[in-house]
């Protein structure tokens, strides 16, 4: 009989072992060919909303009409990572102008709550659901956003293929089901969720008819009085009303003053490509920190899944998540230069810091000078490209469903800091700290590859990781998102708290074990999960061929196609 250290040490063998089942395109990691079209392509998490997509730019849709129509969709049939009670962001390839064009959607934090209430109360730390880490939700006003600049369809064309899906049901696709039973164990506690989303007193279980009746009933709304009617009509004082009732600070006044901001999108170059990401209060620039960082190495020597690898990305990460930590906030609250940071000087300097022999149990911030998410692309025949995120965080949210409305409420306000000085500390009227973000990619500032990856602090090392595994390893569109992930945990965070013992490395299977043992030597401590590892979308424009290529991984329900 095997001792337990050789049982386990076996165990690790079969589970790291091996790059997966062989194709006879000689790919290692993909899961299924792309998708090739001419005239148009959509990418979502869940195949219906990849269809009305699909839907609305054959009826002559805008890829902005079709992200928006799929985001609309994704609040239906996903309700577990998104809704019209969560935020938006965007990055637009707009093929009339030649340019890239940014939206920030996220909401602001209620007006009446200060940092004072928390400590009064003696909260440390801002809680994940209830009333407490509610915040305006964005994303219906970023739809007529985007829709006033580059949409062509009416809202009530875009809006009526979840209206219709709302009211007639649909089936509750396999991995989503599991995240709804799980969230609807901690949110059936607050008044309206289960009148919404546990029919007969349970969540519905995969391939269970579900319909959302109050949700169609809102985006008619929605779709005949336009984005007023959220935010100073009868659904903002349903909200208000609500909020009022169940102890929270959310009120009408705070829906009104809501807006939406268009940003520059920022950049950096990685190796002759143009990688583009939104500035804070999101996380994006991150993603440009790292690429810097690595860089500075020769990647595509050490080899995809080699333990140098692997290495020198976990230090990349610690380093650029310090500075994360410690100066990502509202630009409206803070004199931080975020253009600093993406210094390619700086990030010789930070490089220097990497021991490729050791990991590092913490970092430092850089000095600088003062001055459950779903993910979607698409593209239409001119030539536009859309990468769009949306998110309620955590799954589905704070829990706070207001009455007879369909939807629940973001939690985003639990990632503000309570440390006083902190750029990221609570502010009356403040944007927090947002994890979700798009990204996109161009080549002799022609478009190559709009993509996002899901999945809160996963993000922007999702996004990393498919770069060089495009860029440095030359893999295809959906080998790059099918590749096993690393994801690190334990740095320092936004909120306040602080790394001090190197965190935790986690592996998706298909990594070499000779390779893990290497990088065991390092000093990193190892774990293996099969959550927490994103859920990658893409679309690559082919400029030669004329044609986009699609991919959609195999970690969602999700779906690419075209036409």
Known sequence: MLKRGKMLLLLALVYFTGSGQDRMTGLNFATRSEVIASHGMACTSQPLATQVAIDILKKGGTAVDAAIAANAM?????????????????????????????????????????????????????????????????????????????????????????????????????????????????????????????????????????????????????????????????????????????????????????????????????????????????????????????????????????????????????????DRARYYADPDFTDVSYMSLLSKDYAKNRAALIDMNRAARSYDAGELQT??????????????????????????????????????????????????????????????????????????????????VMGGGMQPQGHVQVIVNLIDFGMNLQEAGDAPRIQHEGSSEPTGERMNDGGNVFLESGFDYQEIRKLLGKGHRISYSLDGYGGYQAIMYDERNRVYVGASESRKDGQAAGY
Not at 180 to 199: I, S
Not at 289 to 300: K, P, V
Not at 417 to 440: A, C, D, M, W, Y
């Open 74 to 322: 994704l609040g239906l049939v996903e309700p577990t990572g998104s809704g019209i009670g969560g935020d938006l962001f965007a990055i637009v390839w707009d093929a009339k102008t030649q340019k890239l064009y940014g939206l920030n959607a996220s909401g602001r934090s209620p007006k009446s709550l200060s940092l004072e209430y928390f400590k009064e109360h003696g909260i440390k730390h801002i809680p994940a659901i209830g009333p407490l880490p509610v915040s305006v939700p964005g994303c219906v006003d970023g739809w007529f956003e985007l829709h006033s600049r580059f949409g062509r369809l009416p809202m009530k064309v875009i809006l009526e293929p979840t209206i219709g899906y709302a009211r007639e049901g649909f089936p509750v696709s396999e991995l989503i089901a599991y995240y709804w039973k799980g969230n609807a164990e901690r949110l059936k506690q607050f008044e309206g969720f289960a009148d919404v989303y546990l029919p007969n007193g349970k969540a519905p279980a995969k391939g269970e008819i579900f319909k959302n009746p109050y949700l169609a009933n809102t985006l008619e709304m929605i779709a005949k009085n336009g984005r007023d009617e959220f935010y100073r009509g009868g659904i903002a004082r349903t909200i208000d009303d609500y909020m009022k009732r169940n102890g929270g600070f959310l009120s009408y006044i705070d829906l009104t003053s809501h807006r939406s901001e268009w940003v520059e999108p920022v950049s950096t170059s990685y190796r002759g490509y143009d990688v583009w990401e939104l500035p804070p209060n999101g996380q994006g620039i991150a993603t440009l920190e790292m690429l810097n960082i690595l860089e500075n190495f020769d990647i595509a020597s050490m080899g995809f899944g080699s333990a140098d690898y692997m290495h020198l990305f976990i230090e990349a990460k610690k380093l650029a998540f310090e």
């Open 371 to 452: 001055g459950n998410t779903v993910y979607l692309t698409v593209a239409d025949s001119e030539g536009n490209m859309v990468s769009l995120i949306q998110s309620n965080y955590r799954g589905m949210g704070s829990g706070m469903t207001p009455t007879g409305l369909g939807f629940v409420l973001q939690d985003r306000g639990e990632l503000f800091s309570l440390e006083e000085g902190h750029p990221n500390v609570f502010q009356p009227g403040k944007r927090p700290f947002h994890t979700i973000i798009p990204g996109f990619i161009t080549k002799s500032g022609r478009p190559w590859v709009s993509f996002g």
